[in-house]
């Protein structure tokens, strides 16, 4: 699967800005792939590009609409049929990372078979991957990993890439979820796919690749999360990370979903971590923290990242606070 | 789902013994169950029942037909369909745990719907399981665990079983895999679960029971196997064990399917299982090691066992050789 770009963003009747976080991280980490966002009325969203029609789209080249927001319950409205059809009959494919499928829509389905256009629904996997065959690959890998589910992997693996890219390092992230998926275009929604094809999705999406190059693969889950470990456990293994980067949210008390589960000691974490990924890969190092300072206030984010720094040995930072060159420094003692 | 029982165990043109294992399983471990066997002519395997007819089976009361053959490739054979069609017309369930499945043939799903009969494919997951929460269940849970795949957890887990009930404990074998579904009527293929669901489905299947009740949940995969270590992860955690069973095939030149993959030390993995398990069970123990010693003769076998048990301080039996009672002597020490 490959999504065909340039995209036209579709904000629909997002409810706030949050609801259209899977448009805004497009606009974000791909501005270069993006001709413009529809909006209907009453959307409360704005990811601050242009705001342009269908027609408009089409003559601009857009090959993919993305459903870039959610609303409850992941369903796609009733409301948003009339234009998805539209962007079909313009030549558009559709793509969405929501819980229901646009391929469950007969409608839709008639219109683009009439067409000859896809419908991407990518937190579902459709194609079959091999079971893991372990065998060391050419090229290098960073993996990010965490404390907890949700604590910024995915925005620090596209800012790692990012960084690699303008300090002209050959680098590029690997998704493996919806939303890394529709920002970059490819990757597998990991926790998706048959438990016994886990690692063996990470091989197929992370390939054999030139000696100098860097896989920076998204990470999923947590090894301290009772519900989501295996995926986890998988993705390390098939990654055959060279690095990892610890990603961790500091105010969260406890297990996100988990009341009950508190969160790991950070060194603890590392650890445990790196002794799984030795299974594939012995030389595997932590090369940093990224740390999700989101909620805390300047001061005590950086006296909280300068305590770590101290206790741990390694560049902490805050992605989106401080940017990721410390730890891509880091990566190129390695 | 639940099979219905007694079964008639189908032996098809089972190649040799070593292809008829699961109508073998069956035999050894639920006699009970199982109204005789029906082969067709050229079958070169004989799990010692009673030969039958479908009419004579039918006539014993037979519930289910269970597919008990491997054959290459896991087709289902024109040769057979003819018995599974008069199987159907007789009354009788068909249940398989073949790759290829019974529900994609046309003919046979007709003549079920006709005759309101129903076909399982065993191997396939048709219920949805819900997300694990991590939360504490009443009642006590054992699980094998291994160094490899493929080393004995099923034989081990329905030995534990039967010596427990032996002794008057209240135990339950919890499949895993297809054969043990087979065996046992119920249970899940974890490793045919959505990723994101593996240790869900083992809170389903292995639920909250009387404080002294014991499930024996089968174990699958390894934490060391680089293409499975994921589902062997995701079942730690949803068992909540109270209990580990190591089992061990000493011969085993490197990981099964892996090539330059070792095997690892017995007292890493061991701890490794445990690190594991603690997350969601941080009393857990292990109990014993079952080791798998058909390769070796009656006197080397000994030593070995003998050696191991003195390095490691647990109970090491081989459970085919000796039986689990040791194993089990040990555990209500607990």
């Not at 493996?176 to 091989?203: H, K, M, N, R, Y």
């Not at 909620?295 to 770590?308: G, I, N």
């Amino acid at each position: 699967m490959e999504l065909k770009k340039p995209y036209l963003l579709f904000l629909g009747d997002a409810a706030d800005q949050l609801a259209a976080k899977v448009a805004q991280g497009i606009k974000t980490w791909r501005p270069e792939c993006c001709v413009g966002q529809y909006r209907l009325d009453g959307c409360n969203a704005d990811v601050g590009l242009k705001d342009i029609s269908i027609e408009e789209a089409s003559a601009a080249g857009a090959k993919t609409l993305i459903i870039g927001v959610a609303n409850r319950g992941g369903v796609i409205s009733e409301t948003w049929l009339s234009v998805l059809i539209e962007a079909i009959e313009a030549g558009m494919d559709i793509a969405s990372g929501l819980h229901n499928k646009l391929t469950d829509i007969p409608e839709l389905v008639a219109c683009a078979e009439k067409h000859g256009r896809s419908l991407f629904d990518v937190r579902y996997p459709t194609q079959s991957y091999p079971v893991a065959n372990g065998v060391k690959r050419s090229g290098k890998r960073l993996l990010t990993v965490g404390t907890d589910c949700s604590v910024g992997k995915m925005y620090t693996s596209l800012a790692i890439e990012k960084e690699m890219c303008d300090q002209g390092v050959d680098a590029d992230f690997r998704a493996t979820g919806q939303t890394g998926i529709l920002i970059t275009g490819g990757g597998v929604s990991v926790d998706c796919v048959v438990a016994d094809f886990i690692a063996g999705a990470i091989e197929a999406i992370a390939p054999e690749n030139k000696a100098e190059h860097w896989d920076v693969i998204e990470g999923q889950g947590s090894l301290f999360h009772a519900s989501f470990a295996g995926v986890t456990m998988g993705l390390i293994h098939g990654s055959q990370p060279d690095a990892l980067v610890l990603c961790h949210e500091p105010t969260r008390e406890h297990m996100r979903g988990l009341p009950g589960y508190a969160l790991p000691d950070i060194q603890t974490c590392i650890e445990t971590n790196l002794q799984a990924a030795r299974l594939t890969n012995p030389d595997v190092q932590c090369v940093g923290i990224s740390v999700n300072t989101s909620a805390l206030e300047e001061q005590e984010a950086m006296s909280y990242m300068d305590l770590l720094e101290t206790e741990i040995g390694l560049p902490v930072v805050d992605p989106f606070r401080q940017g990721v060159s410390r730890i891509v420094e880091k990566l190129k003692e390695l």
